[in-house]
């Protein structure tokens, strides 16, 4: 390199440092504006505990009382042939000693094929019960989901977490006015009451 391109790149040394000092300055001067313009405001986070939404809601009540009128008479049937079922049986046992080898086969058949009987029923009602309970909660949980996502929203929330989490305070509880939402919703409702 000759003497004269080292005197030019000597020259320029200090022209850029001051043009990289200017421009830092600039730019420290402009960030508080736009670190202020370009902050989002605090993020709002909420909690639901949503056992407690099913416990509690009084449309889940409702669905529950309803599963339990519809299934009463099947269910009090089944009770009957139980205590059928256990009649047979201790006569089985207060006459097997005494009674005559027929009467003592049919009477075992009548207990067999009642306790299979039984058992079906109970399986059957098992299986309706279950898939009756989760209509019901299915048509419940849409309801309180869409609650809490409108309370979420009239009230600014960002984000809500549900149950379960390893810590919530109660300050981002809100759990209780979500019900109270349901509560109110459920009262409007045609044909709604209080459970």
Request: charged residues 35%; hydrophobic residues 40%; without cysteine.
């Amino acid at each position: 390199m000759t003497a004269a391109a080292q005197a030019r790149r000597a020259m320029r040394a200090p022209v850029l440092a001051a043009a990289a000092l200017l421009g830092v300055l600039v730019l420290e001067a402009l960030m508080p504006a736009a670190a202020t313009a370009q902050t989002p405001a605090a993020t709002r986070i909420g909690y639901v505990d949503m056992k407690r939404l099913l416990d509690n809601a009084p449309q889940v009540v409702a669905g529950r009382e309803r599963l339990s009128k519809e299934f009463a008479p099947r269910d009090a049937s089944l009770k009957a042939d139980e205590k059928r079922l256990d009649e047979l049986r201790e006569r089985q046992q207060k006459e097997g000693a005494t009674t005559a080898t027929g009467d003592t086969d049919t009477l075992k058949r009548e207990i067999d094929a009642l306790d299979r009987s039984i058992k079906r029923n109970r399986e059957s009602m098992r299986n309706d019960l279950k898939s009756r309970s989760d209509q019901e909660l299915d048509k419940s949980w849409r309801e309180i989901n869409d609650a809490v996502v409108a309370y979420a929203r009239e009230q600014g929330f960002d984000i809500i977490v549900p149950s379960p989490v390893v810590y919530a305070s109660a300050r981002v509880d809100i759990t209780d006015q979500v019900l109270d939402r349901l509560r109110r919703q459920y009262r409007e409702k045609p044909g709604g009451a209080t459970p």
